[in-house]
């Protein structure tokens, strides 16, 4: 057999192995293998690991919600993404290793991780819909004395990527009292794309649109960036802290559209227990100093808690307050302050 005979049959040789390892692959199903700590084994499907929780998915007893404290050992030949505390990110195929530690078998080497650090799992592949997650609530409140009434809606889906993010959100508050013209209506609509370029240090990009009657706000459309570092990144809470700029333009009422820089300084905070009844605490902070109009600030604060009641339906209490020092229309009000309740739905987790 000559040099070319040699290598047209090793070429044959890989192509049948690999299409019969596809085979076994897809034949195989669900084999992934978690082991708890009473030594039970559970074969299935692992999907994701996010705060503190892993969801595995079985034939016989549906999806499971298991804590990760609880468990010893993870196994899978699915290529998986793995984060570490510290940012770190690692990925391959789950192997066999000791208890409370997972090893991440990748072509060039194996790392050894400590179960108490890691915090998320996320496989690689799967589609694009069992990539997002999110929650969705709506409320709606009247008092008889006052004749006020008041209706807000709120949504926040997450597309997960390895070491990035895609996020929607968008929050709808309107008030109207009786006997009263018009109404006092608020809203927003944000897009952002987050990146971890490294362990511990993020860079995002935001595009925003909101009005806010109150301030005198008919439309403002805004672009921004910022980076910064990812304080806390644990099974328990998240936190960031992020500087940047941003430009907007902005159109009053009954004033001319004006354009402005501003610097930006984020800051983001959250709290979980994965506990059933799932419990969230959330807090969101953005403050705007003017780089156009020097004096001028504007400050964005949004907090929740959410608590499950029944699976994946929760309650919500959140509370807003917009500062703005000088307003479009020097006549509207400088802030704005809100309390709201909800009931809603979370999806993906």
Known sequence: MNARSACLAKAVA??????????????????????????????????????????????????????WDNLVSL???????????????FLGSLGQSTSRSIAVVSADATAQLAMQDVTEIATIGRSFWRKVDGSFDVGFSYTRSSGIAQLNLNSDAMYRQPRAQTRLTVSFTQTQQSGEEGRDDRGALEASYRRYPRPR???????????NESLGLTLRSQIGGAFGPRLINSNRAQMTLGAGMAFNEEQGV??????????????????????????NLDLSVQYYPSLSD?????????????REFFKDLFLSLSVFYTLDTRPPNPDADTYDVGVLWSIGWTYGR
Do not use: H
């Open 14 to 67: 890989a192509i049948a192995l690999a299409c019969s390892m596809t085979a076994a692959a897809a034949a195989q199903g669900r084999t992934d293998v978690v082991t708890l700590a009473n030594g039970d084994r559970i074969t299935g499907e692992v999907v994701r690991l996010d705060r503190g929780r892993l969801e595995f998915k079985t034939d016989d007893i549906g999806t499971l919600y298991l804590e």
């Open 75 to 89: 196994v899978t030949t699915r290529l998986v993404e793995v984060t570490t505390s510290d940012g770190l990110t």
């Open 201 to 211: 240090w993020f860079a995002a990009a935001v595009g925003r649109f909101e009005t």
């Open 254 to 279: 009954d004033v001319e559209t004006t354009q402005n820089f501003e610097a930006l300084l984020t800051f983001q905070s959250s709290y979980f227990t994965y506990d059933r009844p799932k419990t």
């Open 294 to 306: 020097p004096g001028r600030e504007r400050l964005q604060l949004d907090a929740a808690g959410k």
